[in-house]
C-alpha cells in the first residue's frame, strides 16, 4: 500500500544533448542520421557546388585564382559578424543591431586613430571593447527585465546607428592611410606559400589527433568511436583538399591574413562549443532553457556571454570592414550587412529555432553569399538580381531546416 502522506517525486527533465557535427561511427551512423534530419552540412556544400558550376559556366572569370583571393578577403569581414549571430540563434535569440555595431566601431577606430592620433593598437581595442559593454548592458535588460532580445537590439539597431552618425559628425567619412598596419592588414598582408602549407599539415595533423583521442575516450567508455582507418583518410581528404586550394589561391597572391583571422575565430569557437562545458551549456540552453535551469546551468551567464560575443565580433567585423576599404563613412555597417550576416548563419546551417548549428556555418554561408554577390558582379547584372538570389537561398535553408527538424520529431518518436 502507497503512502499517500508522500509526494512522489518528479522526474528531472532530461538536458539535451549536445549537437555535434563530426559524432563518429562510419557510413551506417551517417545514413542513420540523415534519416533522423540530420543533415549537416551536406545541403549547403551540394549548394555551393552548384552556385560555382553555373557561375563558372556563365563566366570562366569566376573560379580564377585571383577572383577566389578576392572572395575570401571579401568573406572576412561579414564573416565574423555572421560567427556572432550564429552564437546568438544557438540560445534562440537574435541581435538585429550587428550592423550599426560594426558601422560604430569602424567610425570610433577612425576617429581614435586618425583625429585623435591613437595607436591602432590602442584605438581598435577601445572600439571593441565598447560594443562588449553594449552586448552586456543588452544582457542586462534581457535577464532582469525579461525584455525579448528582439526589441532591445532593434532599439540599439536604430540607436547605435545615431551614435554612428554622430561620431562622423559634418565629415561624413574618414580615410584611414594606405601606410598603416590595419590597411595593410586587410589588403596586402598575405601568407607565404611556405606557411600555407606548413598550416595546412597542422590542420590535418590535429584533425587527426583530435578524432584519435575521442575515439580512444568512446571506446574506453564502452561507445562506438571512428575506426583508424576512417580518421586516416578523412585527414588524408582534409590534407589534399587544402593543400590543393592553396596552391591554387598562390598562383596569385595567396591566402590573406585577414582570412587566416576568421579562420581562427571560426576554428577557436568550433572548440569551445564541442570541446568545453561552456559549449554544452550553450546548446543545452538552445534546445531547452527550462531543462538547462533544473540541471543546474546557469541560464543568465549563458545569456550574457552570448550578448557580449555577438556585439564584440560584431565590432571586430566592423574594423575589418573599414581596414579593407581604408575608411570609415555612415553607410559602413549598413545596408545589407545585417541581413547578410543573419542570413549567412542561417544558410549555414544554424537553426532558427535554437540549439542546433555550429562554427563553421557562418563560413559556409558567408561563402555562398559572397560567391552570388561576386558572381553576378562579374555578370554586370544588377544588385536586385543578387537581393533575390539570396532571398531565394535563404527561404530554401530555413525550409530545409524546418522539414529537417520535423523529422527528427517524427524520429525521436518513433
Not at 558550376?53 to 559578424?81: D, H, K, R, W, Y
Not at 586618425?114 to 571593441?128: I, M, R
Not at 592611410?177 to 598582408?189: E, M, N, R
Not at 575521442?214 to 590534407?239: F, M, Q
Request: proline share 3%; glycine share 12%; charged share 10%.
Amino acid at each position: 500500500m502507497s503512502d499517500l502522506g508522500t509526494a512522489p517525486a518528479l522526474a528531472e527533465p532530461e538536458q539535451p544533448e549536445p549537437y555535434e557535427p563530426e559524432e563518429p561511427g562510419g557510413l551506417r551512423a551517417l545514413t542513420s542520421r540523415f534519416r533522423g534530419g540530420d543533415l549537416g552540412v551536406l545541403p549547403v556544400v551540394a549548394g555551393l557546388v552548384v552556385i560555382w558550376t553555373v557561375m563558372q559556366s556563365l563566366n570562366s572569370v569566376f573560379l580564377s585564382s585571383t577572383n577566389l583571393v578576392n572572395l575570401t578577403l571579401e568573406c572576412a569581414p561579414v564573416g565574423v559578424i555572421a560567427l556572432g549571430v550564429g552564437l546568438m540563434l544557438l540560445v534562440g535569440q537574435i541581435d538585429l543591431s550587428i550592423g550599426s555595431l560594426s558601422g560604430m566601431a569602424a567610425a570610433l577606430t577612425a576617429i581614435l586613430f586618425v583625429d585623435q592620433g591613437l595607436s591602432p593598437w590602442l584605438a581598435v581595442p577601445a572600439a571593441v571593447a565598447s560594443a562588449a559593454v553594449i552586448g552586456w548592458l543588452y544582457a542586462q535588460v534581457f535577464n532582469r527585465l525579461g525584455v525579448p532580445s528582439f526589441v532591445i537590439t532593434l532599439a540599439g539597431l536604430l540607436g547605435f546607428l545615431g551614435v554612428q552618425l554622430w561620431v562622423l559628425g559634418s565629415k561624413g567619412a574618414i580615410n584611414l592611410p594606405y601606410d598603416s598596419g590595419l590597411v595593410t592588414f586587410a589588403q596586402l598582408d598575405f601568407l607565404p606559400q611556405w606557411l600555407s602549407y606548413a598550416l595546412v599539415v597542422v590542420a590535418a595533423g590535429w584533425l587527426f589527433a583530435a578524432g584519435y583521442l575521442r575515439a580512444r575516450a568512446r571506446r574506453t567508455a564502452g561507445l562506438r568511436a571512428a575506426s583508424l582507418r576512417g580518421l586516416v583518410l578523412r585527414s588524408l581528404v582534409l590534407l589534399v583538399g587544402l593543400g590543393v586550394a592553396v596552391g591554387y589561391l598562390g598562383q596569385t597572391r595567396g591566402v590573406g591574413w585577414m582570412f587566416v583571422l576568421f579562420l581562427a575565430l571560426v576554428l577557436a569557437t568550433h572548440y569551445v562549443l564541442t570541446r568545453t562545458k561552456f559549449g554544452k551549456s550553450i546548446y543545452a540552453v538552445g534546445g531547452n532553457v527550462e531543462a538547462a535551469r533544473r540541471a543546474g546551468i546557469n541560464v543568465k551567464a549563458v545569456y550574457t556571454s552570448m550578448f557580449v560575443l555577438c556585439t564584440t565580433l560584431a565590432a571586430i567585423g566592423g574594423v575589418l570592414a573599414a581596414a579593407r576599404l581604408a575608411a570609415a563613412n555612415q553607410s559602413t555597417g549598413g545596408g545589407d550587412v545585417n541581413l547578410n550576416a543573419i542570413a549567412a548563419a542561417v544558410i549555414g546551417g544554424t537553426s532558427l529555432f535554437g540549439g542546433r548549428g555550429n562554427a563553421f556555418a557562418a563560413l559556409l554561408g558567408i561563402v555562398v553569399i559572397q560567391s552570388i554577390s561576386s558572381g553576378l558582379t562579374l555578370l554586370n547584372l544588377d544588385s536586385s538580381f543578387r537581393y533575390m538570389v539570396t532571398g531565394a537561398v535563404l527561404l530554401l535553408a530555413v525550409a530545409l531546416d524546418a522539414v529537417a527538424r520535423r523529422s527528427r520529431a517524427s524520429h525521436g518518436r518513433a
